[in-house]
């Protein structure tokens, strides 16, 4: 397998930018391909911004900034691209546009290159279709901002080798990045429960159970989550939540969009946080494990379904997400009965079978 020395980037909006900035940060070289050239442009002066609030925060050295500039490079056409180690893909989130690039990049790039794409919600499997050499084409899931979070999701398609795999975990690790391994499954590893837990919020509040503010006060003895779910819904924009929430859909009832994501999403709202005050412990406590249910259903059916490693599935929930009681290790502490009277009321009004990693809770993590 070849050294990744050189990657090209294609499409340098909010992920290529940040991935593009990381990569350059760690030594790599890379080539910026953007169909608006302008885009481009505007990447490695965002990148060079962000340098350079580095070194004032004494995070990066001054000499190491300039260097990292140099790494980067803006080409006119994706045939610049031909001599990259490594393609990653961040154009539009449309299953055509990206097909039809990759039928392009797969007569352009050498026989032993990479290719990857950070689709969120398209199968790797699907679009590995439209590449010649299947077996060298991975996802690579960043999660944003790509030049600050320590997660990127290695998502093995259908054909994808194992040695593409280990290849592109070893790249991870080199640019300072912790790689999770998973399926290409909906949702990935982390979306996935995520999702859901965002979901389970939005129901109580359209269930009358609980305001905003109430259910974000309780997210923090719930799953040690460092921000409320609506707090981070308003963050990555509720629109773009519901997009990724409507991608679980195949997976049943229980993934199906809360109310008022579907209202606050598609009118492309902030949902309205106001005051917690003081949350009798009853609430509170129902509050806590609905949000955990969102989350635990999910995590149990991901297990089942060897979506991802309890180990990896922890890293992405402490490090993506910031929950600093990641699941699998919170669902061994409560123990199997807890986690059981949690989950069963979710089981019973959506139809679920009785996830098989319910009989492994108490050492899932070990
Ligand atoms: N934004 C996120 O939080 C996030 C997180 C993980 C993954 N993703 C995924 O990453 C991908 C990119 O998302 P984004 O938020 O950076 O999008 P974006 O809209 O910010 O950027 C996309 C860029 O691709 C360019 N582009 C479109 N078609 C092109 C083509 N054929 N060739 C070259 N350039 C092209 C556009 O000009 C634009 O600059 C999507 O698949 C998205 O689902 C996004």
Request: net charge negative.
């Given at each position: 397998m070849r050294e990744i020395r050189t990657v090209g980037i294609v499409g340098t909006g909010t992920m290529g930018t940040g991935i593009a900035t990381n990569l350059a940060q760690h030594g790599i070289a890379v080539r910026l391909f953007d169909v608006r050239p302008e885009q481009a442009k505007s990447a490695v002066a965002q990148a060079q911004a962000f340098w350079a609030r580095s070194v004032e925060r004494g995070r990066l050295s001054a000499e190491a900034a300039a260097a990292a500039a140099t790494r980067l490079a803006v080409v006119?056409?994706?045939?610049?691209?031909?001599?990259?180690?490594l393609v990653i893909e961040a154009i539009f989130e449309d299953f055509t546009l990206k097909a039809r690039l990759f039928e392009e990049l797969s007569g352009l790039v050498p026989e032993d290159a990479l290719v990857a794409t950070n689709t969120s919600c398209l199968r790797v499997s699907d679009l590995a279709?439209?590449?010649?050499?299947?077996?060298r084409f991975l996802g690579l899931h960043y999660f944003s901002p790509a030049q600050i979070n320590p997660i990127v999701e290695v998502v093995r398609g259908e054909a994808t080798a194992a040695e593409t795999i280990a290849a592109a975990l070893a790249f991870c690790r080199a640019t300072g990045k912790k790689p999770i391994t998973c399926k290409d499954?909906?949702?990935?590893?982390?979306n996935r429960f995520f999702c859901p837990y965002t979901n389970e919020a939005c129901r109580l509040l359209d269930e009358g159970l609980a305001t905003t503010a109430e259910i974000d006060a309780v997210a923090e003895e719930a799953?040690?989550?460092?921000?409320g779910p609506f707090r981070v819904q308003n963050l990555i924009k509720p629109r773009i939540n519901l997009h990724a929430i409507r991608n679980l859909a195949p997976l049943g009832p229980f993934y199906a969009p809360a109310r008022s994501l579907i209202e606050v999403g598609e009118a492309d709202r902030s949902f309205e946080i106001g005051e917690a005050g003081e949350i009798p412990p009853e609430r509170r406590a129902r509050i806590r494990d609905r949000l955990r249910m969102g989350v635990f259903v999910a995590v149990l059916q991901e297990l089942d379904e060897e979506v991802a490693a309890p180990a990896d599935i922890d890293l992405g929930a402490r490090e993506?997400?910031?929950?600093?009681?990641p699941p699998c290790a919170l669902m061994d502490e409560l123990g199997g009965a807890e986690v059981e009277r949690i989950v069963r009321p979710a089981l019973e009004r959506y139809g679920l079978a009785r996830p098989a990693a319910l009989d492994r809770v108490g050492r899932l993590s070990s």
């Amino acid at each position: 397998m070849r050294e990744i020395r050189t990657v090209g980037i294609v499409g340098t909006g909010t992920m290529g930018t940040g991935i593009a900035t990381n990569l350059a940060q760690h030594g790599i070289a890379v080539r910026l391909f953007d169909v608006r050239p302008e885009q481009a442009k505007s990447a490695v002066a965002q990148a060079q911004a962000f340098w350079a609030r580095s070194v004032e925060r004494g995070r990066l050295s001054a000499e190491a900034a300039a260097a990292a500039a140099t790494r980067l490079a803006v080409v006119g056409s994706l045939a610049e691209l031909a001599a990259c180690d490594l393609v990653i893909e961040a154009i539009f989130e449309d299953f055509t546009l990206k097909a039809r690039l990759f039928e392009e990049l797969s007569g352009l790039v050498p026989e032993d290159a990479l290719v990857a794409t950070n689709t969120s919600c398209l199968r790797v499997s699907d679009l590995a279709r439209h590449m010649r050499r299947p077996e060298r084409f991975l996802g690579l899931h960043y999660f944003s901002p790509a030049q600050i979070n320590p997660i990127v999701e290695v998502v093995r398609g259908e054909a994808t080798a194992a040695e593409t795999i280990a290849a592109a975990l070893a790249f991870c690790r080199a640019t300072g990045k912790k790689p999770i391994t998973c399926k290409d499954s909906y949702g990935f590893a982390i979306n996935r429960f995520f999702c859901p837990y965002t979901n389970e919020a939005c129901r109580l509040l359209d269930e009358g159970l609980a305001t905003t503010a109430e259910i974000d006060a309780v997210a923090e003895e719930a799953v040690g989550a460092a921000a409320g779910p609506f707090r981070v819904q308003n963050l990555i924009k509720p629109r773009i939540n519901l997009h990724a929430i409507r991608n679980l859909a195949p997976l049943g009832p229980f993934y199906a969009p809360a109310r008022s994501l579907i209202e606050v999403g598609e009118a492309d709202r902030s949902f309205e946080i106001g005051e917690a005050g003081e949350i009798p412990p009853e609430r509170r406590a129902r509050i806590r494990d609905r949000l955990r249910m969102g989350v635990f259903v999910a995590v149990l059916q991901e297990l089942d379904e060897e979506v991802a490693a309890p180990a990896d599935i922890d890293l992405g929930a402490r490090e993506a997400l910031r929950f600093s009681k990641p699941p699998c290790a919170l669902m061994d502490e409560l123990g199997g009965a807890e986690v059981e009277r949690i989950v069963r009321p979710a089981l019973e009004r959506y139809g679920l079978a009785r996830p098989a990693a319910l009989d492994r809770v108490g050492r899932l993590s070990s």
